[in-house]
């Protein structure tokens, strides 16, 4: 049995690829009353309506069906995933894979941070990589990252998780994985908010090629392999997150260079992330003009103007 956390539209799509490829999946929802809905109907209204359920999926709002099998998933948003799993028992031999992206504002740690800090004994990983829930729920080829620190563990979680349509490439680069996932969304977020300041796509190639730079800078720093920030979860992210409509990071940039309103109940991990990673910047002394430029624009300290002009007169220098 393979256990999901979050009955989220990613959730919700992992449950479904997994069960479609002859896996046994619990679905843990929080709701209870959202979860009788999804059991009776075998779908997820709010989120993937047109996704059925196959047989070997089954929903419980009782998280402690969901702790001892093969494998944990734990999809719901980094912000909230220290609470989600305050007083779970951690089973020996039921890793936890984290399937969220994001920095933590209140301790600066990524996802494998966050559940080693709150289980010690647990061992972690991370799926993550160029994917849309929808894309996944209905078997369209889709490729991610699973990073996990123990080679074995990964090559065994490799092997439990991918499916006919959904291929995953292992890494024991726990770090590189985790900051690609995160910082691409700061990337979108400027990217969205130069085309849809009318800047043309031309300016939204060069952002994000500076946006790749200050991610590998950021990455030599906390020590990520390079490989790892130019594969699925760093270079293959950004190129999805920072061109599609689908993009929640992508349409809140959009809103900014519009000027229109946004929906603030739509969870923007890049929000946070741009807070989170601008202050360790400064801390450590390392150069991110475009996420301390974007975390000036979620602030409000600033107009998309005034963040492109500021961008365009930094000192000239060698690529």
């Known amino acids: 049995m393979i256990g999901v956390m979050g009955a989220g539209a990613f959730g919700t799509a992992l449950a479904i690829a997994l069960a479609k490829a002859g896996q046994s999946v619990t679905l843990w929802c929080r709701n209870s009353q959202q979860a009788r809905d999804m059991a009776k109907?075998?779908?997820?209204?709010?989120?993937?309506?047109?996704?059925?359920?196959?047989?070997?999926?089954?929903?419980t709002p009782d998280r402690d069906a969901i702790l001892d099998g093969t494998a944990l998933l734990i999809a719901v948003p980094l912000q909230h995933m220290r609470a989600a799993v305050s007083g779970?028992?951690?089973?020996?031999?039921?890793?936890?894979?984290?399937?969220?992206?994001?920095?933590?504002?209140?301790?600066?740690?990524?996802?494998?941070g966050v559940l080693e800090d709150s289980s010690p004994d647990a061992v972690t990983a991370i799926l993550t990589g160029p994917s849309f829930a929808a894309d996944i729920a209905i078997g369209r080829p889709?490729?991610?990252?699973?990073?996990?620190?123990?080679?074995?563990?990964?090559?065994?979680?490799?092997?439990?998780l991918t499916t006919p349509t959904l291929r995953?490439?292992?890494?024991?680069?726990?770090?590189?994985?985790?900051?690609?996932?995160?910082?691409?969304?700061v990337m979108a977020i400027a990217c969205g908010a130069v085309i849809g300041a009318g800047l043309g796509d031309s300016a939204r190639a060069a952002t994000m090629t500076r946006g790749f730079a200050e991610m590998q800078r950021i990455g030599r720093i906390f020590g990520a392999r390079t490989d790892t920030l130019a594969g699925l979860s760093g270079l293959g992210d950004l190129a999805l997150t920072c061109t599609s409509d689908?993009?929640?990071?992508?349409?809140?940039?959009?809103?900014?260079?519009?000027?229109?309103?946004?929906?603030?109940?739509?969870?923007?991990?890049?929000?946070?992330t741009a807070k989170a990673m601008s202050g360790i910047a400064r801390q450590k002394g390392i150069d991110t003009p475009i996420t301390d430029t974007v975390t000036r624009l979620v602030e409000g300290s600033t107009t998309v103007k005034d963040a492109i002009d500021s961008l365009m007169t930094r000192p000239l220098k060698e690529e």
């Open 168 to 185: 995953l490439y292992r890494t024991t680069d726990t770090i590189g994985a985790e900051l690609g996932g995160a910082l691409k969304n």
């Open 246 to 272: 689908l993009s929640r990071n992508y349409r809140l940039g959009l809103s900014f260079g519009r000027g229109d309103t946004f929906d603030p109940k739509i969870t923007v991990e890049g929000v946070s």
């Open 88 to 112: 779970l028992t951690y089973q020996s031999g039921t890793p936890w894979v984290a399937c969220c992206k994001g920095i933590e504002l209140s301790t600066g740690l990524g996802p494998t």
């Open 41 to 59: 109907l075998r779908c997820n209204r709010a989120y993937l309506s047109d996704a059925h359920f196959p047989d070997s999926l089954q929903v």
């Open 142 to 160: 889709t490729a991610l990252t699973l990073a996990c620190k123990d080679a074995k563990t990964g090559a065994t979680l490799q092997a439990a």
